[in-house]
């Protein structure tokens, strides 16, 4: 998906699965990456982090269906 726009993002994994389901319920089609927090380098990692925020969730979605993905996560109650 080259013309993708982000619609969602949580550091929530309960919240990011809702907002995947609901996206796969309406036929949307979705893009997701996760970045982990914990890791700034090749060696380190991160003290004193809080676990549930560890992580940052990001859903993506064609430009044409952004409008609609919008809505459905909206009327999903996770947006």
């Given at each position: 998906m080259i013309?993708?726009?982000?619609?969602?993002?949580?550091?929530?994994?309960?919240?990011?699965?809702?907002?995947?389901?609901?996206?796969?319920?309406?036929?949307?089609?979705?893009?997701?990456k996760s970045n982990p927090m914990t890791n700034p380098g090749r060696y380190h990692g991160t003290p004193f982090i809080n676990a549930s925020a560890a992580y940052e969730y990001h859903l993506f979605v064609a430009r044409k269906e952004e409008e609609k993905a919008e809505q459905v996560l909206r009327s999903a109650g996770v947006k």
């Open positions: 013309f993708r726009k982000e619609v969602y993002f949580t550091r929530d994994m309960e919240k990011y699965n809702r907002a995947k389901a609901a996206l796969a319920d309406h036929g949307i089609e979705y893009t997701s």
